[in-house]
């Protein structure tokens, strides 16, 4: 453009210009401005600016006072155009008007000029409004798709060290992990580059549009405002209203390396929680299970009835369905053939509820006599079930016992998880136990009572160590980490409730904190913890300690 000429344009000698004549179009020196300029002929009207106040105005401000009595027919090269044809949106000369255009619709040409120099400022403003949207769109998704492609090239990176350490046995792995990674990462990289490409696209063409229409308001030719009139559309591109948003992925490292199946660990993409309802409860909630039949069963926080409930009108209501006498419930589970398996303080035997209805029977499914049963859980084959002596929980005597029985459907004893490889005690008291998907046995023990405190104990299907999980400095900087109940997804994660810090703790298969619910999700005392028919996750609050004093149960909805 002429305004970045660094010579003169009149005696293209100086490299030092300081004007702009508005209606010439052209760059001056101090000389020919004074000496040359002034003293053409039908110059003394003409609008000499400086340069530094040139490059100041804007598009619009720019617009010249021009003679519309001296534009050329396109059609007659000697004829001069008198007016304007609104039906044919062209100028005409006085041989045009004869010829082929007496019975249109005229309109004289300066009216139209000036109509149509409205319409150009006015579509000057709405470009100059959406342009930041599409240019700071376009940074937006730049930034995101650099901090994911920084975090994908880590995760390879370290992915890849890790193979250099363990050599042989983890080349497989190796493979198989990059293959996830870039399951998850190349169709997220396609389209933040086709929505990049699109931004960039009408960022573009907003662009080159308020160029061309500045250019247009800074010519000499009258004619450019109705050829650019002509060919800029007014319509300005639809805003896109799902611009991708950041996706966070975690290589989540493997503590122990207990066999030669994976040694990596696992990549996961942190899940998003929306909780979608709140629901009130008499007090607070302890236990939940969900049947067949969207059959829905709870018991409350020290009590001995188990109670059926529905949800609605934000509340939870519930109906009994039994007791037992004089006996809190530690734990419950779901069996098979939608049976409750139900452990009591202070017993050794194992409590079976088959039918949910009001008065309904409780039997014994089994006694572990001399030990005491606590935490219980039940697959499609088995029955886990924590026990204790029946002396004081703390502090552990040398004779003290505390592990894991596996019964069958029969009732048989199958094997007993008391001690490690060392001959070590694996637990403390256990007290909540649930399986996943590699049928690894997740366990909630309790390590002391004053203060309380616990932590997760995570063995292999066949009872070996894996991991445990002891909280995460991020959520229990002020509170110990005292675990109340615990489930898991469909995706192998394991959710954990921790009451005193409003938290449920999300650990992946290795045991690494993924990401946690909490207060900021609405989410206050939690204690228990259930995922539903809908595979939606319940969670059974306390009502000990907050405002209202009333328990709760929060549905949640987890994208995975």
Same mark, same amino acid.
């Given at each position: 453009m002429a305004q970045n000429l660094m010579v003169c344009q009149f005696c293209e000698t100086s490299n030092e210009p300081k004007y702009k004549c508005v209606n010439c179009d052209l760059i001056l020196c101090e000389g020919c401005k004074i000496k040359i300029h002034t003293k053409i002929k039908k110059t003394e009207v003409h609008q000499v600016l400086d340069l530094k106040e040139f490059s100041n105005l804007g598009a619009s401000e720019t617009i010249r006072?021009?003679?519309?009595?001296?534009?050329?027919c396109s059609i007659h090269n000697a004829e001069q155009c008198i007016i304007y044809c609104e039906d044919c949106k062209?100028?005409?000369? #006085?041989?045009?008007?004869?010829?082929?255009? %007496? !019975?249109?619709?005229?309109?004289?040409?300066?009216?139209?000029?000036?109509?149509?120099?409205?319409?150009?400022?006015? @579509?000057?403003?709405?470009?100059?409004?959406?342009?930041? /949207?599409?240019?700071?769109l376009e940074k937006e998704l730049k930034q995101t798709k650099s901090?994911? +492609?920084?975090?994908? $090239?880590?995760? *390879?990176? &370290?992915?890849?060290?890790?193979?250099?350490?363990?050599?042989?046995?983890?080349?497989?792995? %190796?493979?198989?992990?990059? !293959?996830?990674?870039?399951?998850?990462?190349? =169709? &997220?990289?396609?389209?933040?580059? %086709?929505?990049?490409?699109?931004?960039?696209? &009408?960022?573009?063409?907003?662009?080159?549009n308020k160029s061309q229409i500045e250019e247009t308001f800074q010519?000499?030719?009258? @004619? #450019?405002? /109705?050829?650019?009139?002509? *060919?800029? $559309? $007014?319509?300005? =591109?639809? &805003? =896109?209203?799902?611009?991708?948003?950041?996706?966070?992925?975690? /290589?989540?490292e493997k503590k122990i390396i207990d066999d030669n199946k994976e040694v990596f660990g696992s990549i996961l993409t942190i899940p998003v929680f929306k909780v979608t309802e709140t629901f009130t409860s008499e007090e607070s909630i302890w236990k939940i299970e969900t049947f067949a039949d969207n059959? $829905?069963?709870?018991?409350? %926080?020290?009590?001995?009835?188990?109670?059926?409930?529905?949800?609605? +009108?934000?509340?939870?209501?519930? !109906?009994?369905?039994?007791?037992?006498?004089? #006996? +809190?419930?530690?734990?419950?589970?779901?069996?098979?053939?939608?049976?409750? /398996?139900?452990?009591?303080?202070?017993?050794?035997?194992?409590?079976?509820?088959?039918?949910?209805?009001?008065?309904?029977?409780?039997?014994?499914?089994?006694?572990?006599s001399p030990l005491h049963a606590i935490g219980i859980h039940a697959t499609n084959n088995k029955i886990l079930i924590g026990f204790k002596d029946n002396g004081y929980m703390f502090p552990l005597q040398e004779e003290s016992r505390r592990g894991i029985l596996v019964y069958d459907y029969n009732c048989r004893h199958m094997r007993t998880y008391e001690y490690d490889t060392n001959n070590q005690r694996l637990f403390t008291l256990p007290y909540a136990i649930v399986t996943n998907i590699n049928e690894d046995i997740c366990v909630?023990?309790?390590?002391?009572? @004053? =203060?309380?405190?616990?932590?997760?104990?995570?063995?292999?299907?066949?009872? +070996?160590?894996?991991?445990t999980y002891k909280g995460h400095h991020s959520i229990n900087s002020k509170n110990n980490f005292i675990p109340q109940d615990l489930v898991t997804t469909s995706k192998g994660l394991i959710l954990v409730s921790d009451t005193n810090s409003n938290a449920v703790h999300m650990l992946s298969l290795e045991g690494c904190l993924v990401t946690s619910l909490n207060e900021s999700h609405g989410i206050n005392r939690p204690l228990c913890l259930n995922i539903d028919q809908k595979g939606q996750l319940q969670i059974g609050c306390s009502g000990r300690e907050t405002k209202d004093g009333l328990g709760k149960l929060h549905t949640v909805d987890i994208s995975l």
């Open positions: 006072h021009l003679d519309l009595k001296d534009i050329q062209v100028l005409l000369c #006085a041989v045009c008007l004869l010829e082929t255009h %007496r !019975t249109h619709n005229l309109t004289k040409i300066a009216e139209v000029y000036h109509r149509k120099v409205k319409e150009l400022q006015e @579509l000057d403003d709405k470009i100059h409004q959406e342009l930041p /949207f599409y240019t700071d901090v994911e +492609n920084d975090k994908y $090239n880590e995760i *390879k990176q &370290r992915i890849l060290k890790k193979e250099s350490e363990l050599k042989e046995i983890i080349t497989k792995q %190796r493979k198989k992990l990059i !293959t996830e990674l870039d399951k998850l990462w190349e =169709p &997220r990289k396609e389209e933040m580059s %086709r929505q990049l490409k699109d931004t960039e696209k &009408r960022c573009d063409a907003l662009t080159r010519s000499h030719n009258a @004619l #450019a405002v /109705f050829t650019a009139s002509s *060919k800029l $559309n $007014n319509d300005l =591109p639809t &805003r =896109p209203v799902n611009a991708i948003s950041e996706q966070k992925l975690v /290589f989540s059959l $829905n069963i709870l018991c409350l %926080r020290r009590e001995s009835t188990i109670k059926s409930f529905k949800l609605k +009108n934000s509340k939870c209501e519930t !109906t009994s369905v039994s007791g037992v006498d004089k #006996a +809190n419930i530690i734990d419950m589970t779901k069996a098979k053939d939608n049976k409750l /398996f139900f452990t009591v303080v202070e017993s050794s035997e194992i409590k079976c509820l088959s039918i949910f209805k009001t008065d309904s029977k409780i039997e014994s499914l089994t006694s572990i909630l023990d309790k390590t002391n009572n @004053l =203060p309380w405190e616990g932590r997760v104990v995570v063995l292999g299907k066949y009872g +070996n160590l894996k991991w």
